[in-house]
């Protein structure tokens, strides 16, 4: 069993940023591939970033290559997003997930999830 906590959504201006971390539970916690998704209202999960488990590699979506960064510290079963240059469309629910097996890109391919953190952009 994996819990998991979001935390260090908030409201930001256009061009700021934020760093959001997801704490773990759980003795296989660091063995696991980390996501984190977003959701804005009337539209599905999107895939944001994951990394593998040791931090060495990671993987983004085209729309936050370059802004945003995952890392994690297993030492303290912590994920984290650094969200760079926001945008008012990075407005969304921001989730992270526990990928169990398929592609990182999928949101079906994660098993656990947390409640997620809202993150508002504004212009």
């Known amino acids: 069993q994996v819990q998991l906590v979001e935390s260090g959504g908030g409201l930001v201006q256009a061009g700021g940023s934020l760093r959001l971390s997801c704490a773990g539970s759980?003795?296989?916690?660091?063995?696991?591939?980390m996501g984190w998704f977003r959701q804005a209202p009337g539209k599905e999960r999107e895939f944001l970033a994951a990394v593998n488990w040791s931090g060495r590699s990671s993987y983004y979506a085209d729309s936050v290559k370059g802004r945003f960064t995952i890392s994690r510290d297993n030492a303290n079963n912590t994920v984290y997003l650094q969200m760079n240059s926001l945008k008012p469309e990075d407005t969304a629910v921001y989730y992270c997930a526990a990928h169990f097996g398929g592609s990182y890109y999928y949101a079906t391919s994660y098993n656990y999830w947390g409640q997620g953190t809202q993150v508002t952009v504004s212009s």
């Open positions: 759980g003795r296989i916690f660091s063995s696991l591939v």
